[in-house]
């Protein structure tokens, strides 16, 4: 999803499942940091490396691809952008390796969706922003996985855009071609995405750089072979899903809040958003590449004033102001920590589930400390109180 | 079933690539053999006018025969590509193809037996068996784009009839 999504469209949620205007802004800031909050970002702050959650494309570029490299992006990716579905799925006729990958594979309504909201439960809005990011991001980056794949996230020839006109459904084949500089055209069906490369572990096999940015349209329909799934068709319904992930955050959030008494997933608060419904959904279908004015429109009508844009550098002086003992209780410290406690639980998870894409997990509060130094952070902010 | 077209469609696209992929080794080794492999003259009489001639016309048509066979091949090979994107083609290029391969299967066999024949010498053996695999390889695919064709028309015709 982009920012029309992650910042405008969640404050909009979070102010109908209840929070202020103020607890709206802190949460969709954090949800739109979960994409901006790169191991460059925080080298400039002095930040710990391990809270990174996403990766630019730069640093994509010169990331290794060998057995360490490749778990390093696997668990930023798999833990923020393509939560995996089911750990366990079954996969017939496929070695270890395969197996490994097919169950990296994102969905909505997984057991991790239903964590990873219990994880934002105790904690600040940072931690509710960014689990509105991860949850967003199951729907629309669904069928892809969080780790460079060729035989999981690649897409061929037979990708077709479904639009409704006077004549019914039509189809249209999509023309993909690698221009990262020139925007997608609409109009001609020509998008952009990333190069075929042979290497199963290339990274323009990671996520879905191979259908391009169609994903995070909101109004793209259109289906497509996933090279997982055996010639089946994949038909993906981006207004239809979008619209149950904003339901579903404005759920997420009033149980966050004690609204809800028990977070259950696949269910979807959309009586609460009702009095929307329909110019969310107009919102949705609209053909456009950044929706962002139309959603800070309907957050300004929420709100009742104007909303401020996304500003990455808002609370960056107040974390390099901070003394070191203290920055942590700032409210970047407080993301970072957030950040690691997701990514840690999601990691964990992956490893438990004895899949060594995402590398080794230790249980530190059984087992003691080991390993990656910034994570002793968690440690000591769970002994402090700052989750129960 | 539309699975399975799907998927004999991607087949036959695959194929028709690689008969493709084996119709430009052919021109290209053909080419190599005409301009790198010597020509020692054998005739003890000077050649004639009428003798020059005759070979400027056996060359002239060697050439177009090696054109109608390359091109028939890219042809082939194409039609196959093209359904495979499920563009409806005819069946010419299929039994075009199913000939082919019946030379190719003719000619593969009286080679081998010529080969044993005439016995392997020890420099031709390794160029020998390195053309088998290629030969064999060739035939293969072709063969495979000829059962796959056919699949893919049955299984069109199926599904417009259940439509």
Redesign the interface.
């Known amino acids: 999803m982009q920012k029309d999504f992650h910042y405008y469209a969640t404050y909009c949620a979070a102010r109908i499942a209840g929070y202020s205007h103020d607890e709206g802004m802190e949460i969709c800031y954090s949800a739109q940091l979960v994409d901006l909050c790169s191991r460059t970002f925080l080298a400039g702050l002095k930040g710990p490396r391990a809270a990174a959650t996403t990766q630019l494309q730069l640093e994509l570029m010169d990331a290794r691809t060998d057995l360490v490299g490749l778990q390093d992006i696997t668990r930023i990716w798999a833990s923020f952008h393509f939560l995996p579905y089911n750990l366990h799925a079954k996969v017939n006729h496929a070695g270890r390796r395969y197996r490994s990958k097919y169950r990296l594979i994102c969905r909505p309504n997984g057991a991790l969706v239903a964590d990873t909201v219990e994880l934002a439960k105790r904690r600040g809005t940072q931690a509710v922003g960014l689990a509105m990011h991860v949850l967003a991001d199951t729907w629309a980056h669904s069928n892809f996985a969080g780790t460079p794949s060729l035989v999981i996230n690649n897409t061929?020839?037979?990708f077709y855009e479904l639009r409704q006109s006077p004549d019914g459904e039509t189809e249209r084949p999509v023309r993909f071609r690698h221009n990262p500089g020139a925007e997608d055209d609409l109009e001609r069906g020509i998008y952009s995405n990333s190069i075929f490369q042979w290497n199963e572990n290339s990274i323009m096999n990671l996520g879905h750089g191979r259908a391009g940015h169609l994903p995070d349209y909101s109004f793209a329909c259109y289906k497509y072979?996933p090279a997982w799934g055996?010639?089946?068709?994949i038909v993906k319904d981006n207004p239809t899903d979008y619209y149950r992930a904003f339901c579903q955050m404005v759920y997420a959030m009033r149980y966050i809040r004690g609204s809800v008494p028990a977070f259950e997933l696949d269910s979807y608060d959309t009586e609460s958003v009702a009095p929307w419904a329909e110019e969310i959904r107009s919102i949705l279908q609209k053909r456009q590449l950044d929706a962002c004015g139309d959603w800070k429109a309907l957050g300004e009508k929420l709100a009742g004033c104007a909303l401020e844009d996304f500003d990455l550098e808002k609370y960056q002086a107040e974390y390099r102001a901070a003394e070191k003992m203290k920055k942590d209780e700032t409210f970047l410290g407080r993301f970072f920590i957030a950040a690691m406690a997701q990514k840690s639980m999601v990691t964990n998870a992956i490893f438990k589930s004895r899949n060594l894409l995402a590398g080794f997990s230790v249980d530190y509060a059984e087992k003691g400390f080991r390993g990656i130094r910034d994570y002793r952070k968690l440690l000591e902010n769970r002994k402090g109180g700052g989750e129960s | 079933m539309e699975k399975e077209l799907r998927h004999s469609r991607s087949v036959l696209h695959i194929l028709g690539t690689g008969v493709i992929a084996f119709t430009l080794w052919g021109f290209v080794k053909t080419i190599m053999i005409l301009l790198l492999v010597p020509v020692e003259p054998t005739a003890s009489e000077p050649a004639s006018e009428a003798t020059a001639a005759g070979v400027a016309i056996l060359v002239l048509l060697l050439l177009l025969f090696f054109s109608l066979l390359f091109g028939l091949r890219l042809y082939i090979g194409m039609s196959a590509r093209a359904e495979g994107k499920g563009e409806r083609r005819g069946s010419a290029y299929v039994m075009i193809a199913f000939l082919f391969s019946l030379i190719q299967i003719l000619l593969f066999i009286l080679t081998l037996v010529y080969s044993f024949k005439t016995g392997f010498s020890e420099r031709t053996v390794s160029e020998t068996a390195a053309g088998f695999i290629v030969e064999i390889s060739s035939m293969v695919t072709m063969e495979e784009l000829v059962f796959t064709a056919m699949k893919v028309k049955r299984l069109t015709k199926q599904m417009r009839g259940t439509e």
Do not use: T
């Open positions: 061929d020839y037979y072979l055996g010639y089946e068709e």
